[in-house]
Each structure stands twice: as C-alpha cells, then as structure tokens.
C-alpha cells in the first residue's frame, strides 16, 4: 500500500511560478513510474505529467509543454511538479499518482491539491 500526500497549492497571478510535491509512504517508491493529473472545475481529470521509475523518461500534456517540469527524488520519496508560466487555465486541483498500471491509469492516488492562477 502507498499513501500520497500533495503540497504547494495556492493562489498564483498569472506569469507566476508554483512548485507541487508529492511525498509518498511505502518502500518500493522507486520501483514506480508516477504521474500528475489535475481537473479543472466543470471538467474531467486529464494528465498532466508522468516520470519513470529511474526518472529517465517523462512525459507532459502538450498544454504544459516547455512551462511544467517533472522530477522526482527517491531519497526523499517525493515527486514534483514546477510550474512556470501560470495561466489561469492551469487552475485546479492537482492530484500526485503512484504504480501506472496503464497509458494513464495508477494504482494509487493522492487527495490532491488546488493551484487557482488568478489576478
């Protein structure tokens, strides 16, 4: 079992930067590839970013392209989630997910946090 705990939310202007963490439990963390996903309000959960187990490989939506930066340390059993370039399309709630078990589906998953990007 993994539990997932979210940090860094908050109210951003627009142009501003945030960074996510994602601290997870459990001892096999660097055994599994994780993602971020966010959903908007009125809107469905949609990806935003995966990191491999060794953090090799990532990926990101093409809206957060060149703007969100994945990483992670598996010291510290913790992923996160630079954001620069926040547009006010970027609000919502942000969620941390551990052990990808599909193209964008994970075994376990956090509670997540709200970024609102806003003047």
């Known amino acids: 079992q993994v539990q997932l705990a979210e940090s860094g939310g908050e109210l951003v202007q627009p142009g501003g930067s945030l960074r996510l963490s994602c601290a997870a439990s459990?001892?096999?963390?660097?055994?599994?590839?994780m993602g971020w996903f966010r959903r908007a309000p009125g809107k469905e959960r949609e990806f935003v970013a995966s990191?491999?187990?060794?953090?090799?490989?990532?990926r990101y939506t093409d809206s957060v392209k060149g703007r969100f930066t994945i990483s992670r340390d598996n010291a510290k059993n913790t992923i996160y989630l630079q954001m620069n370039s926040l547009k006010p399309e970027d609000t919502a709630v942000y969620y941390c997910?551990?052990?990808?078990?599909?193209?964008?589906?994970?075994?376990?998953w956090g509670q997540g946090t709200q970024v609102t990007v806003s003047s």
């Open positions: 997910a551990a052990d990808r078990v599909g193209p964008y589906e994970y075994r376990y």
């Open positions: 459990g001892r096999t963390f660097n055994t599994y590839d």
């Open positions: 990191i491999s187990w060794t953090g090799g490989y990532t």
